[in-house]
């Protein structure tokens, strides 16, 4: 077989203005060798390639590129903590598009495969135990049912980088449904004319939303769609406890997918004032804040599109700002929603807002673990931990039992219908760091182990139990880094 065509690759993102990307291929490494390939992944989008380490080790680091591959790097912008910056991809290079059998699109990218034209005074390089740390979380992401871009493979270059310390440099391959970022439009309505963003625009309209493109107003419609997609994203990630690190504008994608796995990280001990990334000193990306945060970033891509929108300015921010104010209804019922699935409630009432407030404030004073807490409700193992013993637990226990009685269905159902929401495992941070420590020092069996647990994280089953929160205690002080 020959593994250079059996991609099934077109560059449709290259048939935009010429400014809005670099026809650059990657720089071939020194020493590659595979060190996790994900076959599931490979056959969902109809990549067929041999059980061949060496040959996938020369493909999944740009070494050899596929027969069809047209590698580009992409221009875009963005807001990093609050301030505009002209960025693009330093260090990842788009191989193309993957089509497969069923005629979906899928952008194949490297990321850590070489300088660019925009990778200021990066290296072009990336960290092995970061790489494995987007895989693996990217994965858990997916399996937990929230849009995500995912991961393909992991190749380690066999050549050093420099940054803390010298590192083990790497390449992951990352699948996404596109790299279209609020960025990119905010790249094309302040560096390029007006043509130019409506050809993005109708380029996103047709690979993430064709549906609209018949609309009285497809812009219009466009914006909205993207709000939603984020709303519904953002609440997705607040029910798993999942705090993203670095939501600038350059990592929000307008298809709705969560992208850049830098500083991110699950929440255990519950705050919603929690950060873990090293760099978020103010706490702009805590926990709670994600949702305004969103909507912070989502008034940047209303800005970008605002000559699209109308051709009187002023109509043009009208029709912006109700779509903004769109937002928070948009996020507030699906978190409500995805709330009354993890309390297992069926039928709506107004006080199922203030039920779940409640429970988060218990859980804020009483430091409860975030996983452990909905997991212990849904398998009712509330006899396991003392802190359930609290009389601030048992109050609201009280108010959650009766208005389970008020349910349009059975307490078996309502069982049911949790353990379907609450996950058992997600990436604690110290399965994480274990598993990346033994991956650096050559030994991915615990990596391989916990992604294993993880694929599957609403069974409770004997092979998860060593990594359920509650058999350590996390380490409060607890600091990501981005890794770049
Ligand atoms: P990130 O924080 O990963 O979203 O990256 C922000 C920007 O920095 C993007 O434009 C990246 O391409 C760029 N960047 C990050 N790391 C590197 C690197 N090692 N070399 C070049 N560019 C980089
Ligand atoms: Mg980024």
Redesign the pocket.
């Known amino acids: 077989m020959n593994i250079l065509n059996t991609w099934q690759l077109e560059n449709t993102y290259a048939d935009l203005p010429r400014q809005f990307y670099t026809r650059i291929n990657p720089t071939p490494v020194n020493k590659p060798n595979l060190i996790i390939y994900n076959k599931e992944l490979s056959n969902l989008i109809d990549i067929d390639l041999p059980d061949d380490k060496e040959l996938l080790a020369q493909l999944f680091s740009g070494n050899k590129l596929p027969e069809k591959a047209k590698p580009i790097s992409q221009a875009?912008a963005?807001h990093?903590f609050g301030h505009f910056?002209i960025?693009?991809?330093?260090?990842?290079h788009l191989i193309g598009e993957q089509i497969s059998a069923n005629g979906k699109r899928y952008d194949i990218q490297f990321k850590?495969s070489g300088?660019?034209p925009?990778?200021?005074?990066?290296?072009?390089?990336?960290a092995l135990a970061p790489m494995l740390r987007e895989y693996i979380i990217s994965e858990a992401m997916y399996a937990l049912n929230i849009p995500t871009t995912r991961s393909l493979a992991v190749v380690s270059t066999g050549e050093s980088?420099m940054r803390s310390s010298l590192m083990k440099g790497a390449i992951l391959t990352r699948v996404a449904s596109s790299h279209i970022r609020v960025g990119t439009f905010e790249y094309a309505s302040k560096m390029l004319d007006s043509e130019a963003l409506k050809n993005l625009a109708d380029y996103a309209i047709k690979r993430h939303y064709p549906e609209l493109t018949n609309q009285e107003n497809p812009y219009l419609s466009f914006l909205k769609a993207v709000i939603s997609q984020q709303a519904k994203l953002i609440a997705s990630w607040m029910h798993v406890g999942f705090i993203h690190g670095?939501m600038?504008t350059?990592?929000m994608t307008i298809s709705g997918e969560t992208i850049?796995y830098?500083p991110c990280a699950f929440i255990d001990i519950f705050s919603m004032n929690k950060v873990f990334s090293s760099i978020d000193q103010n706490g702009r990306y805590e926990y709670g804040s994600q949702a305004h945060v969103a909507h912070w970033n989502l008034t940047k891509l209303a800005e970008s599109l605002l000559p699209l929108l109308h051709e009187n300015m002023d109509d043009a921010l009208k029709l912006a700002e109700v779509s903004i104010s769109g937002f928070a209804k948009e996020f507030n019922s699906a978190w409500i929603s995805g709330m009354r699935s993890k309390l297992g409630l069926f039928n709506e009432e107004e006080d199922d807002y203030v039920l779940a407030q409640n429970l988060f404030k218990w859980m804020e004073t009483a430091k409860a673990d975030f996983t452990s807490t909905f997991r212990d409700l849904s398998y009712e193992r509330l006899s396991e931990n003392e802190i359930y013993k609290s009389p601030d637990f048992k109050k609201w226990y009280e108010v959650w039992q009766q208005r389970l009685l008020r349910n349009s269905k059975t307490t078996k159902s309502a069982l049911i219908l949790m353990r379907k929401h609450n996950p058992v495992i997600v990436p604690y941070n110290h399965f994480v760091e274990e598993a990346l420590l033994a991956a650096e020092n050559g030994d991915m069996k615990p990596f391989n182990s916990l992604l294993a647990a993880l694929l599957n994280p609403f069974t409770l089953s004997a092979s998860n139990e060593s990594f359920q929160q509650s058999t350590i205690q996390p380490n409060p002080n607890y600091q990501t880094f981005?890794g770049?």
């Open positions: 875009y963005g990093q910056s960025l693009g991809d330093g260090r990842a850590g300088q660019t925009y990778s200021r005074n990066g290296d072009g390089r990336a980088i670095v600038n350059d990592n850049d830098g981005c770049t």
